[in-house]
Structure formats: C-alpha cells, structure tokens
C-alpha cells in the first residue's frame, strides 16, 4: 500500500490502542462537561496543528462529521 | 450642525464643538429650472465620495459631490489608516498632509487577562523602506477635511453641502437626480452616477436594490477620550481583562490626546443603562486607573454587520464604499477598502468617458471590488466570531486558543482581534495578463505596486511617486543598456510611460539600494506594465513591444 503523504491516515497507527483509548479517558477524570469540553479543544487544536496538513484536516472534519447531519458550510468556499 | 448619523452616539464635551460646517449655496438651477448635465455626479461626501472626485478631477474629468450635511464625518468612526490608503491618498495629494498630522504605528500586541506580556504582536509593515507607514491613526474627519480642501481648490470637482438626493432616474443614456435643499428642489443629470451614500446608503432604497450578510449580536462601547498619558502608540487589544472581564477591549492613540477606548459588552444589556455617565465613566477608570485626568470627545454604543450588495454596478448608477459593502471595524476594512472602491472605479469611469476603453471596463469594477469585498467581509466576520463565539462550542475553541496561545507558538497565530487592512490581490481579474514567465508571486498581475526608495534625476524619491495616473511602464535596464523600446509604446490612443530603472548613474531613475529589483524579483530586460491605480497588469522577462500592446488592450477591456 502507497500512503501519501496528504491523504488521512485511517489504518491503525497506533502502537497500543487499548492503552491509548485508557489515557484519554483518564485524561479527563475528575472534569466537569465543561472542563472536558476544553480539555477536547485544547486537544484538537494541538494534534491539528501537529497535522498541519489542511486537506488531511478537512479529510477528517468529513468523517467526524455525523454523515445524517448534512454538509457544513466553511468559510473557505466562500 | 446637521449631525450625519445622530442616533450613533452622542457628544460630550469637548466634542459638542462641532466641526468646520460648510457653506450652504443655493444653486442655480432651483430658480431656473435648467437642468444641468455633467459627466459624473458622487451621491455622499464621505471619505470614498471625496477620493473618487479627486481622482477623477485628476483624470480631467469633471464632477459634483451632493452631500446631505454640511459637514465632515462626526462620532467615533475610521482612525486607522492603512499603508495602501496613504498611498492612494500621496497620489491624490493628501498623503502627507495626513502623515505629518497622525499618529504612526506598525505594531499591533494582543494581551490575555491580566498578563503584562503580549500573547501574539505583529508588524504591519515588516519592510520598512518604504514612503508611507504600516498605518496611521488620524480621526476621519481630518481624512474628510484634508480632502475637501484639495476640491475647494479645484475647478474640476465641486461639492455642494446640504443638498440631498432624494430620486434617482437610471436611464439607459443618462441619469437624472432630484436634489432636495433648504432652499427647494432641482434636478441634474450625469453619464455616470457613483452612489458613495454610506451604509444606509438611500441610493439603494430609491433603485430597490438588497444589501445582505450578517448582523453580529453583540454591543460595543466606544468612548474616545482626551487625555495627557504615555501609553504605547501601538494598537492593544486585551481578551478578558480584568477591566472587562470576559469581553475584549481596545486602547489606540490618535492625534491630539485622544484615545479611543472600546469595551466589548454582550449582547444582552441595557444600552440606556450602558450609557449612563457614571457606568462609561466607571469603565474608563477601570482601564485606565484612578489619577490620569480625562475628558469625553464622544461616547457611543455599536452593533455591527457585515452586508453587501450582489453587484456594484448597476447600469450608469455604481456603488462604492459603505454604500456597497459594510464591515465591522475590527480591521480598519471599511474607509480603507473604500477608497480602494474609489482608487479602482476613477480611472475606468475616465476611460470609458474619455473613449480610451469600452463601457465594458466598468464591469471589471464589480469583478475586482466583488472580490475585493469579500475578502474584507470574510476578515472582519473571522475576527468578529473570534471576539464573541457565537454558540458555547466556538467559546471553547476560542477560550482553548487564548490559553494555549500563553505556551505554545502556533496557538498564537490564532488568535484574532481583527486582521488588518492590506489590499487584495486582484488574482482573478479578467483585466491581468498572466504570468508566462518564472517570477516570485509577490508583485503578480493583480498586486497592488509596492514602494521602495529610489533616486530621480539624483534626487531622493520613490516608486510610487513615479507610478499612477496612467498606464506606466517599469523596465529593468542592464548597465549602461541603451533601451529603445520605449518609443514603440509612446504612440496610438494609450500611451504608455517607460520609465528606466538603472542600478547606478545621475541621471533618470536609480535603485540605488537595489530594493526595486529586489521586490519585482527583477532582472536585467525585465519589463511591468502598470495600471493608473498602481496594480500590476502585466510583466515579462524580456521586452516585447507586441506582448506590451496586447496586455494594454486586455487591461482597458478591449481584447
Ligand atoms: C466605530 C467605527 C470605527 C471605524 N473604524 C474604522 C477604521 O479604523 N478604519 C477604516 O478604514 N474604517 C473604519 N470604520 C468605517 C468607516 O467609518 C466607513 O467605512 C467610512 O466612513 C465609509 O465611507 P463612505 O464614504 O463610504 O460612507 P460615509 O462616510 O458614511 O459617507 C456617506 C455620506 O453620504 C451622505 N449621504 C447619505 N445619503 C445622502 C443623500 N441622499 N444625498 C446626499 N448625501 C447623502 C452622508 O451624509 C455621508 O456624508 C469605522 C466605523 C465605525 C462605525
């Protein structure tokens, strides 16, 4: 399999999922909704600035997006 | 005096001096019933209405200004001017007078809670060789009045205060206005009509045309004060201070001891209540601390929109600035892209009435100044979703780019409290000639012409002086190259003005600092073709009078 570079990755990459899935949840133990709900920005911002990459970004706002919730519009169609 | 928007704010203090007013005077045509006919008539007397009469006036071509009041811009309005603006208004003869009297700055800091330290600062003007500043702050109503003084000393533009255009005929071959004053009515006609009434623009009403976008809920404060204090000239913006917590405010100087204070508020306030004195005065202190001594020009409560009309031109009747598009003013967007409005349509109407271009021309004001509009649009409704987050989601976001911004560098280039006016690369125009050769991006078909310091004839100079009014050419020279092209384009309808650059000797233009070459990414036999609005329509690394010709035509719509 060719894995380019600005396509979204969407095989495992993870080296231990389970450990992962844990970590997060615990990351956000003791929180309130709130607390959590900025925690979850904190997070986003970070990892999407770790990505970079704004096709690969966009890739997945499509799949985080639930699919019956129809299209979003961005500002970068305008 | 008639005040222009008197449920915006209200005066106090010093401010209820009011500003020069103007003479009213009775025209003519009241009592004869001659209708008059000019080439071009401007509906409002604001900032874009006074460019375009100006600009036009040095195209030859004569107009008359219709203004409701009888004077210039009053309240809290534009103060921040941007570098293209000077330059435009250096071309139309105020650029100095405007630099000597307002504050300069180029950097702007971005404060979170109550840190001392900025989170995020920029600078406006990273090339600092340059005539003209990053900005400028300077109350509108110097802008105005710098401008008025130049059409009183000319013959070919004319304003005429408290007259007030209250019908408006788009015929196919004219239009014909009804003028209202204190003295009675008359009417007037004019091959083109530039609508510059302001954002509730009448001239839309009477032609039934929309203005549509976005209303932004949410108030702001904005108190312009006089006082004697030290604070930086640099623009400062705060995000939840502890003078207003959980709300943005801004500090900016302008001249003569003034500042502007602005205090985000909500949506959900009383705004009776929110002007009290004592609850402004309350604010202020809390900004500015107990001792510094302050007195009120003028106090107003803001909500803002972001609006546009479809098209700009309609048949003779041609929107610009406020009238056309409206912004919120984080950003300095809405003075300074009007008169870009102005600086994009003097020379097409020009054109067009000289027989220089067909009427076609004017519509590549709408394609350019469309464009033009909603990059600003899109800038200002960012920056103002950005200041009030418009559900709990994009609060957390906004709240979580504030805290990270504290630590982490890339969270810093998101935080916004309005990105400032630059001007828009006109990349889609059909007037461009695109790019066949490799060159930077930076000067591409469509820039508006950077500055750099030259010398003229051995004297100190620069580009821009050299550039505008008509289409100019830029040609590169090797040293000691004896160019000849220019003559193949010095003849026919359109001439075009080479001008030489030469890396050294007394005499012509010299960039002696190399910083020309530098930002056209020049090189020996490399050849721009420059609008009269100092935008880029054409460049090529060789000289072909053929290519030149071509590119001429399509800038002036004839190809
Ligand atoms: C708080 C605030 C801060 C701002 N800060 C900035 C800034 O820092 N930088 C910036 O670039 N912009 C700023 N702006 C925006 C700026 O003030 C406007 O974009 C600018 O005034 C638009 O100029 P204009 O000539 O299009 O319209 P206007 O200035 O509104 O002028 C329109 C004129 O038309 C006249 N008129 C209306 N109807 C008629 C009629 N029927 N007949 C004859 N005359 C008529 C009016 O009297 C008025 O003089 C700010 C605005 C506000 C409210």
Redesign the interface.
């Given at each position: 399999m060719t894995v380019h570079s600005d396509n979204l990755q969407t095989d495992l990459r993870i080296n231990s999922p389970d450990d992962f899935y844990q970590e997060l949840i615990e990351l956000h133990a003791g929180l309130s909704d709130?607390e959590s709900?900025?925690l979850?920005?904190?997070l986003?911002?970070?990892l999407a600035?770790h990505i970079g990459d704004i096709t690969v970004l966009r890739q997945a706002f499509q799949y985080a997006r639930p699919r019956d919730a129809g299209s979003h519009t961005a500002?970068t169609n305008? | 005096m008639a005040a222009k928007y008197p449920d915006l704010g209200s005066a106090a203090g010093k401010a209820k001096q009011a500003r020069q007013t103007y003479e009213f005077i009775k025209p003519a045509a009241i009592d004869s019933g001659e209708v008059a006919h000019l080439p071009v008539i401007i509906v409002g007397g604001g900032p874009v209405g006074l460019a375009a009469a100006i600009d036009l006036a040095g195209h030859g071509i004569q107009s008359l200004i219709l203004e409701r009041s009888n004077t210039v811009s009053d309240g809290s309005r534009a103060i921040c001017w941007a570098k293209r603006t000077l330059d435009i208004c250096d071309r139309l003869g105020t650029g100095e007078r405007m630099l000597d009297k307002g504050v300069t700055w180029d950097v702007g800091k971005v404060f979170v809670g109550a840190d001392r330290d900025p989170v995020y600062t920029f600078d406006l003007l990273p090339d600092k060789e340059q005539k003209m500043p990053g900005f400028i702050n300077l109350q509108q109503f110097y802008t105005e009045e710098y401008f008025v003084a130049e059409i009183e000393a000319m013959d070919r533009a004319e304003i005429r205060w408290q007259n007030e255009v209250i019908a408006i005929d788009n015929e196919p071959d004219k239009v014909t206005l009804t003028v209202k004053t204190p003295e009675g009515e008359y009417h007037v006609s004019c091959d083109y009509l530039i609508a510059a009434d302001g954002h509730r623009s009448p001239s839309r009403a009477l032609l039934g045309l929309g203005f549509e976008g976005r209303i932004f809920e949410d108030n702001f404060l904005i108190a312009d004060v006089r006082m004697k204090a030290d604070f930086p000239a640099e623009r400062r913006f705060w995000f939840d201070p502890p003078f207003n917590p959980g709300q943005t405010s801004l500090m900016h100087k302008q001249p003569d001891d003034v500042w502007r204070l602005d205090f985000q508020l909500g949506w959900d306030i009383d705004r009776t209540e929110a002007m009290q004195p004592e609850n402004v005065d309350k604010k202020v202190r809390a900004f500015i601390g107990p001792d510094v001594e302050f007195d009120y020009e003028w106090v107003s409560i803001y909500t803002f929109s972001c609006l546009k009309m479809k098209n700009f031109v309609h048949n003779r009747v041609i929107f610009a600035g406020d009238a056309a598009h409206l912004v919120s003013p984080f950003g300095a967007r809405g003075a300074n892209g009007g008169l870009q409005d102005a600086d994009n349509l003097a020379w097409k109407i020009a054109y067009v009435l000289q027989g220089l271009a067909p009427p076609e021309l004017l519509n590549t004001y709408d394609d350019e100044r469309i464009c033009a509009a909603?990059e600003n649009i899109?800038n200002s409704?960012?920056s103002t979703d950005f200041m009030t987050p418009k559900t709990?989601?994009s609060r957390?976001?906004r709240?979580?780019?504030l805290?990270?911004s504290r630590e982490?560098p890339?969270?810093r280039a998101?935080v916004n409290s309005g990105r400032l006016s630059v001007p828009c690369v006109l990349d889609q125009s059909p007037l461009n000639t695109s790019d066949t050769d490799d060159f930077s991006p930076k000067q591409r078909p469509g820039a508006a012409c950077m500055d750099a310091p030259v010398q003229l004839d051995g004297k100190d100079s620069w580009l821009l002086e050299q550039l505008g009014w008509t289409f100019k050419g830029l040609y590169f020279a090797a040293e000691d190259e004896d160019f000849r092209g220019a003559e193949a384009l010095a003849q026919g309808s359109l001439p075009v003005e080479v001008i030489v650059v030469r890396t050294r000797g007394s005499a012509g233009l010299v960039d002696q600092q190399g910083l020309v070459a530098k930002h056209y990414d020049a090189r020996p036999g490399t050849f721009y073709l420059i609008r009269p609005d100092q935008h880029v329509a054409g460049r090529w690394r060789q000289f072909d009078a053929q290519q030149v010709q071509q590119a001429l035509r399509k800038a002036t719509a004839q190809a």
């Open positions: 709130d709900q900025k979850n920005a904190r986003i911002l970070i600035n500002f305008q | 909603n899109l409704s960012r709990k989601v957390f976001f709240d979580a780019c805290e990270l982490l890339f969270a998101l």
